[in-house]
Every structure is written in C-alpha cells, then in structure tokens.
T-cell receptor, first 109, second 117 residues
Framework: GDSVTQMEGPVTLSEEAFLTINCTYT??????LFWYVQYPGEGLQLLLK?????DKGSNKGFEATYRKETTSFHLEKGSVQVSDSAVYFC????????FGAGTRLTVKP | EAGVTQFPSHSVIEKGQTVTLRCDPI?????LYWYRRVMGKEIKFLLH????????ESGMPNNRFLAERTGGTYSTLKVQPAELEDSGVYFC???????????????FGPGTRLTVL
C-alpha cells in the first residue's frame, strides 16, 4: 500500500542554517503530497502542498518539489529561524491520507 | 472563519474508564476524519465521515472505539473501556471535497492528548 518515509529526527540547527528534511513515498496512483507542521502546543497546520509531478510548493520560506522520478518531496529552507522549531510531517493523499512519522526540528539562537 | 476545534485538549484517565473526545469541523465541511498518533509514530487514519455517514472506518483499532456524527455536524469518538495502548494524540480533520479527491486539503484540529494510566 501507499506509504511515506521521512528523515528521522531530531534535527538541531543553528539559526540561519540551511534545512533539508528528506521525504520519500510509495504510491500506486498519482498522489498529492503535503508537508504539515505542528508547532509546540498547537495542531497540525498545512505548510505546503504539490498536486502533480514537478510542482513546487512553497510557503514561509519553505519549499518542496514533487519529484516523480525519485518519488521524493524533500522540504528545504535556506535560513531557519528559532520560530521554525516544530515537528514536520510529510504526507501523501491518493485515496487515503498517509503520514510519515514526523521530524522534530529545534533551531537554536 | 473558525478552524477545526477539539475538546478536551488533554485527558488523563485510568485503564478501564471511558473517555469521549469531541471534534467540531470547519463550518460547511461535509467530510470529517479522525486520526491517531501513538508514541511518536506516524499519524494513522481511523475513520472518515461524509456528513453523518461513516464512509470508511477501516482504521478503527477495535470495537472499544465508537465514533458518531449525529446531524452531520460535530463528531465524538468514545473509547470504552480505555486500555494503556490507547494513549496518544487524537487528531480530527475536515475537508470540503473528500476522499478520492487527491487535491483536497484536510484542515486539522489541535488534537486531544489522551493518557491512559
């Protein structure tokens, strides 16, 4: 069945460092891909999405490109801030929603 | 516009007790989903309502879990009797279009953290 595998955490970075959180997927159809973020004490928020191959989702300085050839949707940000500290979930949706295990990011000043 | 809300935010109960979680979806969203994240693992699908009907409950772990959505508005998820392994964060989500519409976006609530002692 469909599944999502994402980079295990936790990830700790200094402010202004470059961030990559890897995400790969397995799907039989043509899923949409998502990144959700959960800030401390809050619920899941949609960060960005891409609905077809080669689409790039972007929001708040984060980007991810839907790569069908490598079945990947890696999350990147050029310069992280302390306020980016959160848990990040990669997800796909074909028929059902499938999530990765989450990656905890801590950004230190 | 209000987002998805869930109540309570935290619940601590003893093994064998009953707990009822509530979810209020975004107004106008016919589709309502329940998910669970246990022990830092992936978020897993539990079930899906379209209005008041259960569209898919294949993710429900066992018959100790009962979900309802009377009137097609808010939903409740009851765990009776609760077991230790039921501890986790229970998320609710809602969407306009629904399953099979891969471009549809689900909006999540803040979750209810359930601890069974």
């Amino acid at each position: 069945g469909d599944s999502v595998t994402q980079m295990e955490g936790p990830v700790t970075l200094s402010e202004e460092a470059f961030l990559t959180i890897n995400c790969t997927y397995t799907a039989t159809g043509y899923p949409s891909l998502f990144w959700y973020v959960q800030y401390p004490g809050e619920g899941l928020q949609l960060l960005l999405k891409a609905t077809k191959a080669d689409d790039k989702g972007s929001n708040k300085g984060f980007e991810a490109t839907y790569r069908k050839e490598t079945t990947s949707f890696h999350l990147e940000k050029g310069s992280v801030q302390v306020s980016d500290s959160a848990v990040y979930f990669c997800a796909l949706r074909d028929n059902d929603m499938r999530f990765g295990a989450g990656t905890r990011l801590t950004v230190k000043p | 516009e209000a987002g998805v809300t869930q109540f309570p935010s935290h619940s601590v109960i003893e093994k064998g007790q009953t707990v009822t979680l509530r979810c209020d979806p975004i107004s106008g969203h016919d589709n309502l989903y329940w998910y669970r994240r246990v022990m830092g693992k992936e978020i897993k699908f539990l079930l899906h309502f379209v209005k008041e009907s259960k569209q898919d409950e294949s993710g429900m772990p066992n018959n100790r879990f009962l979900a309802e959505r009377t009137g097609g508005t808010y939903s409740t998820l009851k765990v009776q009797p609760a077991e230790l392994e039921d501890s986790g964060v229970y998320f609710c989500a809602s969407s306009q279009r629904g399953r099979g519409q891969s471009t549809d976006t689900q909006y999540f609530g803040p979750g209810t953290r359930l601890t069974v002692l």
